[in-house]
């Protein structure tokens, strides 16, 4: 280990005093994580995933599937090609300043208004088709659903998850059953799997967020796993999982034009989302973290105000998300509208662009 990087893992920050990383890796009593394991076996999975995703269930299951229900695979034609207003688009969207607007439509002999149309026209038909939504959705649907199985099954034996205190009873000393590591391995893959895609993907209005929580979730779950917090850090992805699972469908319900049974999903992902991103992750977990683990553990060593500050983070996360869901509520009881401010927002199209010069 070069220099900087075994300053970096000194165990007077890392671990509980009296404990160096030697010590726990010689271990015969308790098994620790091996740290190497999240740096290999999730981007395998990760790529297995990925493949899996687009190169057998999208084709051959969420397509057809969406098909069959109905949503439509269809988009705007573009409009007349520009190189000049392709150059206004790439860098302004169809929000270009006054200046950028006029040097284009002087570039172009056409009104500024035509501009607008065109920039428009060419967002509607850059947007992510309803099929590949649906299909993204699927997706998500899939694997949230499968994960939330995978945790109850591994989790459901486990001391820790009946009584949160022995997250950190006897703490470091706690051995990483098979289940869990599948566990741990299975939500890195995904997250790394789900960088890769989100930029790629279609614009969600919360892009910056959702970027911010899966780097911070990522961090979190290598930070949990070299320095064993393992089990707290189960009991979190267990809370977080379940209520993506109605949201999504509710979206999906939307794309298929089952209005009824998105406010039903929504309703459901409310209820499930108040009870554990505002009940269970803050009461029982962070109440934990915060105020029960210095007393069982007697952890005043530094990785624990990092491990608690990232873990606030999140907290903040959802409040911001939680905010944006009411307003989802407050617009459902107000105009009878119910409309997702998470989901993807893009310009719509409003006309096709003329050769103004044929318009004379």
Not at 60 to 65: D, E, H, Q, R, S
Request: hydrophobic content about 45%; glycine content about 4%; overall charge positive.
């Amino acid at each position: 280990m070069g220099g900087s990087q075994s300053m970096f893992w000194s165990a007077e920050v890392w671990l509980p005093p009296g404990w160096t990383w030697e010590k726990l890796s010689k271990a015969t009593t308790f098994t620790y994580p091996v740290y190497q394991d999240i740096w290999t076996y999730p981007f395998l999975l990760a790529a297995i995933l990925l493949s899996l995703r687009y190169f057998v269930l999208k084709p051959f299951v969420f397509a057809p599937l969406g098909l069959r229900l109905g949503v439509t695979d269809t988009r705007p034609r573009p409009p007349q090609h520009s190189d000049a207003l392709e150059a206004v688009f790439a860098k302004h969207r169809t929000r270009p300043p006054p200046s950028a607007l006029k040097a284009a439509a002087t570039a172009e002999g056409v009104s500024e208004r035509q501009v607008e149309r065109w920039l428009r026209q060419q967002a509607a038909s850059s947007r992510t088709s309803n099929l590949t939504k649906f299909c993204d959705l699927a997706w998500e649907v899939a694997y949230y659903c499968a994960y939330c199985v995978l945790g109850f099954m591994v989790l459901w034996d486990e001391e820790f998850l009946w009584d949160i205190d022995h997250c950190f009873l006897n703490f470091p000393q706690h051995s990483v059953s098979p289940g869990v590591w599948w566990y741990y391995m299975v939500a890195l893959g995904y997250y790394w799997s789900m960088t890769v895609t989100h930029s790629i993907g279609y614009h969600r209005k919360d892009a910056a967020q959702l970027l911010a929580h899966h780097a911070l979730t990522i961090t979190l779950i290598n930070l949990s796993w070299a320095c064993n917090f393992v089990r707290i850090g189960a009991l979190v992805l267990l809370v977080h999982e379940c209520a993506d699972i109605p949201m999504q469908l509710a979206k999906m319900c939307k794309l298929c034009g089952r209005r009824d049974l998105m406010d039903l999903m929504f309703v459901v992902f409310l209820l499930l989302w108040l009870c554990t991103r505002t009940g269970l992750y803050p009461f029982w977990i962070l109440h934990t973290t915060l105020f029960r683990a210095h007393v069982l553990a007697k952890m005043f060593y530094p990785v624990y105000y990092i491990f608690n500050f990232m873990l606030l983070l999140l907290m903040l996360l959802h409040i911001y998300w939680t905010y944006l869901i009411l307003r989802i509520v407050v617009l459902k009881l107000t105009s009878s509208r119910l409309q997702d401010v998470r989901s993807s927002s893009d310009a719509s199209s409003e006309g096709d662009y003329e050769d103004t010069k044929k318009e004379g």
